[in-house]
């Protein structure tokens, strides 16, 4: 299995949309020193969308960052149907979370970003989502390594409180005991 890599992302309050600092590559071979050497990475903003099949970059960063096509599809968006280019791009995510080789489409203008991560990269890794004490905070994990549950979570922290309730109540009874055996 391939080693881990992670990031957490910590907004200062509760957030609607994900985003996150990405960079962006004409596709090339990591393990060759001479390729990495001679890439490109381009900084865009990325939101990641749960409702998106596949990763995409906007028109007009494929334009900024001259990407060479290779081929064309059929997209299904919210907007309708179209034909759209398609690319071949390494993607740098925050602390050195990398995918190399990723097949990407070229999409309308999206709104305060210039790419969607969408479910070929979300699903490929661990995410996660909290907003605890008002602030949203994402998380993820790539490969997946273990399965995150919260309802098991949940089923443990209930044990545990109820070992603790239990040990709580019997302490008090022993204390009563002792003072009435006094």
């Known amino acids: 299995m391939p080693r881990s890599t992670s990031f957490t992302l910590t907004c200062g309050g509760r957030v609607n949309v994900l985003k996150c600092e990405c960079a962006v590559a004409e596709a090339f071979d990591p393990n060759d020193a001479a390729a990495v050497a001679a890439a490109k990475l381009h900084p865009l903003i990325a939101i990641w969308d749960t409702g998106a099949t596949n990763t995409c970059i906007d028109e007009e960063a494929c334009k900024r960052l001259s990407l060479a096509p290779t081929g064309q599809v059929q997209t299904h968006t919210a907007g309708g149907?179209?034909?759209?280019?398609?690319?071949?791009?390494?993607?740098?995510?925050?602390?050195?979370?990398?995918?190399?080789?990723?097949?990407?489409?070229?999409?309308?203008?999206?709104?305060?970003?210039?790419?969607?991560?969408?479910?070929?990269?979300?699903?490929?890794?661990?995410?996660?989502?909290?907003?605890?004490?008002?602030?949203?905070?994402?998380?993820?994990?790539?490969?997946?390594?273990?399965?995150?549950?919260?309802?098991?979570?949940?089923?443990?922290?209930?044990?545990?409180?109820?070992?603790?309730?239990?040990?709580?109540?019997?302490?008090?009874?022993?204390?009563?005991?002792?003072?009435?055996?006094?």
Do not use: W
């Not at 998380?139 to 922290?157: A, C, G, M, N, Q």
């Open 81 to 182: 149907e179209k034909r759209a280019s398609t690319y071949l791009v390494n993607i740098a995510l925050p602390n050195g979370v990398g995918f190399p080789g990723v097949p990407v489409t070229e999409c309308n203008k999206i709104p305060g970003a210039d790419m969607l991560i969408g479910m070929d990269i979300i699903g490929a890794g661990d995410f996660a989502i909290t907003n605890h004490d008002g602030k949203t905070v994402m998380t993820y994990r790539f490969p997946s390594s273990k399965r995150i549950d919260f309802v098991v979570e949940h089923h443990s922290d209930k044990v545990k409180e109820d070992l603790a309730d239990m040990h709580r109540r019997h302490s008090q009874s022993r204390k009563k005991r002792k003072k009435k055996g006094r």
